[in-house]
């Protein structure tokens, strides 16, 4: 119980540190929303020209659009600029000591205050590109207000997905001291399998089996299917069972590594 | 190193209560350099050997030493965040690398050059944190946090977000933020870097307080000797990762070889004083300085200065611990591999 109150505080924490940023913020919906458009328009071209690309008609090529602008942050989609650099920094220099000798988990602190800016990403920058996507464009939105909440839930699971693979990144440093090489392939990847470029579902033959199949098609593909009921015979369930098996298998590996570095951890620094 | 003094007389230290039992801890690093093209050469970094002591409750003792000595070192083995490499360290009766966890709860620390605050967040957000982690009851917690923003100057700064704060402020939080949960036992490392005279006096006082008061343990590692004269009366100086010296702060003057100083006022300028045990080391007007042996009562040379010279006045000056541990780092230096 004491446990639930000290992460939700953390939780609490990661929220508002976020929100003290307002010109980040307000830059960052700028960019989604300008980069939104400009997606849609090459989107629109596209399916003109092959419609019913990946299964997807115009509308829902143009929602997926829309989804990936508003899950942009709080999915991390690009390069992560979350706790993953701070993390790093902190192992790098030491700091990580500061952490170690507190009574609490190390990866359920920085989930928690993952999920706390998260909330805020998704409340400070997803919902206006998102409005501004269905206010200029046919969109394939649900009505139905049990989809949005089922999509909620496919988000958090994604969370969970996306969480535990930067903290895998962020845990490269106690190897490599500098984690941001990593980062930055990490950004592409993801990116690329996310689905961010272009929806999964176009890909064809066993690349594309192979894109939908990794963790990051947790991230975006699966979490916008379930939205758009395009998730096809897996259905909403699957759609969960697929990301919650990531979800379980990442962190459980990001908990192994953290035990293993931390036994044999060398605190850098006086 | 076979000249160095290991004083067990020390009050309390080697009676049952031992809080803090260090015996024979060794942490060896291991250091990969870069040499040449792919190749790397292998070598050890000999931070902390064999050492032991043991502290008792409630003691305040000072850990010194020049820098690269292993005093992090052995705080860091101390507080769980580091596995000794060989020997055996008990706090509480608790192994710390094995038990992190239980002994999180009655320990606090402070590392001079880091934080354990939120950086973005106010101070107070950071403790109420604290709160939370440490499972402080809320009338404990209210009654410490008011304490420490009282002793500490607090009140205006709680609001504040940390990174905004100055090192100095910031330094007072992170003392009060490892006091909220009542710890038994408090590392502090380093804590008066880049603290100004009126903070320093204030964080010495609120440490002499909690020390007396609520009988917390203290190991303090500092470079302000002062910290040390005006906390202290066991000090413990580590160099090259072996303990040289565990005693009493007075005892460091006899052992450091030093002397003291006679100054004497003449009725008229004389050239430099001829006293057996004594040589002039400075001559100014009808001023002279004598130094003679730290060990040796000042009142024959008086004696025999009086006998001889027109003496007008005098005044005998201590050595200053400062120039005691400076020869002492420098002879150990020179002795050392
Ligand atoms: N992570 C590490 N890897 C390799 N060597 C290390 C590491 N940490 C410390 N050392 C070495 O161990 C020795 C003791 O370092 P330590 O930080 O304990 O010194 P210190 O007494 O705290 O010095 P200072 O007064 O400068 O803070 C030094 O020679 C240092 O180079
Ligand atoms: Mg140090």
């Not at chain 1, 639930?4 to 990661?14: D, N, Q, S």
């Not at chain 2, 965040?81 to 706090?91: C, F, K």
């Not at chain 2, 709860?105 to 001079?112: K, L, W």
């Amino acid at each position: 119980m004491g446990q639930v109150r000290l992460y939700a505080a953390v939780a609490a924490g990661g929220f508002r540190r976020y929100a003290t940023y307002r010109g980040a913020t307000f830059a960052g919906v700028f960019t989604n929303t300008v980069f939104g458009l400009i997606i849609a328009c090459t989107y629109i071209a596209l399916w003109d020209e092959r419609p019913h690309l990946g299964g997807y008609d115009q509308a829902q090529a143009l929602t997926f659009v829309w989804v990936g602008q508003a899950m942009f942050s709080v999915m991390m989609l690009g390069v992560p600029s979350g706790f993953e650099a701070e993390l790093a920094e902190r192992i790098r220099s030491g700091d990580i000591g500061v952490d170690l000798y507190r009574p609490c988990d190390l990866q359920a602190w920085w989930l928690a205050q993952d999920l706390g800016r998260a909330v805020f990403q998704l409340l400070g920058r997803g919902v206006v590109p998102m409005a501004v996507g269905a206010l200029v464009f046919r969109l394939a939105l649900p009505t139905e207000p049990w989809r949005w909440l089922a999509f909620l839930f496919s988000v958090l699971l994604g969370l969970l997905v996306s969480f535990g693979l930067r903290y895998l990144v962020a845990l490269s440093a106690f190897w490599l001291l500098d984690a941001s090489g990593v980062a930055q392939m990490y950004g592409i990847t993801a990116t690329f399998f996310c689905g961010m470029l272009l929806p999964l579902n176009v890909f064809p033959g066993a690349f594309g089996d192979v894109a939908r199949a990794l963790p990051w098609s947790a991230l975006l593909q699966v979490p916008a299917d379930v939205l758009m009921g395009t998730a096809g015979g897996r259905g909403v369930l699957g759609s969960y069972l697929f990301q919650a098996a990531w979800a379980a298998a990442i962190l459980g590996v990001g908990r192994l590594l953290q035990t293993v570095a931390t036994r044999r951890v060398v605190v850098q620094g006086g | 190193m076979s000249d160095t003094v290991v004083d067990e007389a020390v009050p309390g230290a080697a009676s049952a209560a031992a809080f803090i039992e260090v015996d024979g801890v060794e942490k060896v690093f291991d250091v990969r350099r870069k040499a040449g093209f792919l190749r790397r050469t292998r070598h050890e970094v000999r931070a902390v050997d064999s050492l032991s002591f043991t502290v008792a409750r409630g003691e305040m003792v000072g850990y010194i030493g020049p820098n690269g000595a292993g005093k992090s070192t052995t705080i860091k083995m101390l507080t769980g965040i580091l596995t000794p490499s060989a020997g055996r360290l008990r706090v509480a009766g608790i192994d710390p690398s094995r038990q992190r966890a239980r002994l999180a709860h009655r320990m606090g620390v402070v590392f001079g050059q880091r934080t354990t605050l939120w950086w973005d967040l106010p101070l107070i957000d950071s403790y109420r944190l604290m709160r939370r982690m440490y499972r402080i009851p809320d009338g404990r917690y209210a009654e410490n946090l008011a304490r420490c923003v009282e002793l500490l100057e607090l009140g205006d700064l709680l609001e504040v977000p940390v990174r905004q704060l100055s090192l100095g402020q910031r330094m007072r939080g992170d003392i009060a933020a490892a006091l909220l949960h009542d710890p038994e036992v408090l590392y502090l490392d380093e804590p008066t870097i880049g603290l100004d005279v009126v903070s320093k006096v204030k964080v010495r006082a609120f440490l002499r307080d909690l020390n007396k008061e609520r009988g917390t343990t203290v190991l303090l590692t500092t470079h302000d000797l002062t910290d040390i004269e005006q906390l202290c009366r066991r000090v413990m100086v580590i160099d090259h990762g072996r303990l040289v010296y565990d005693g009493e702060l007075d005892g460091l003057h006899d052992l450091g070889g030093g002397e003291r100083t006679l100054v004497v006022d003449l009725e008229r300028e004389l050239p430099p004083l001829d006293v057996e045990f004594a040589r002039v080391v400075r001559v100014e007007g009808a001023r002279q300085w004598l130094a003679f042996p730290a060990g040796q009562s000042a009142a024959p040379l008086v004696a025999r200065i009086a006998e001889r010279y027109p003496l007008a006045d005098l005044s005998v000056r201590e050595p200053d611990i400062e120039s005691v541990i400076a020869r002492m780092y420098a002879r150990d230096a020179s002795v050392a591999p």
